[in-house]
């Protein structure tokens, strides 16, 4: 099955809207066959991070985040959602780790006062 990009959109829009509404077992859903077609799709796979994040499932969430610093990602958010990952896999250390590495990047992209 081949998908427009309009249709891909409509997709992730329409995952972002479930997950808003406190659905993120919808969105889960949503998004996840988004990957399965298109396993490239970074919005998706951040949205989805969020998804798993929102029900807990902290393992699932790492492979993802994992995925999207492969595929060359690592900014702040990443680090906190692997921090919060971590903590919901009960891997504590890590969780610490990947929070101090969030707040060592906020510090750097804090703006300085003269």
């Known amino acids: 099955m081949i998908l427009s990009s ?10 972002w809207l479930h997950l808003q509404y406190g659905h993120a077992d919808r969105a ?8 399965q077609l298109y396993p490239a799709h970074q919005a998706g796979r951040r949205m ?3 998804s798993l994040l929102k ?8 492979a993802h985040v994992e995925q999207l610093v492969a595929e060359g990602e690592a ?10 990952a971590c903590q919901l896999a009960g891997r504590l250390d890590e969780a ?13 992209n804090e703006p300085t006062l003269s």
């Open 6 to 15: 309009q249709q891909q959109d409509l997709l992730l829009l329409t995952g």
């Open 28 to 35: 889960t859903t949503l998004l996840g066959a988004l990957l």
């Open 48 to 50: 989805l991070l969020v």
């Open 55 to 62: 029900l807990g499932r902290g393992e699932e969430a790492l």
């Open 75 to 84: 900014d702040g958010a990443l680090w906190l959602c692997r921090s919060r």
């Open 96 to 108: 610490r780790f990947a929070y101090q590495h969030y707040l060592e990047l906020e510090e750097q």
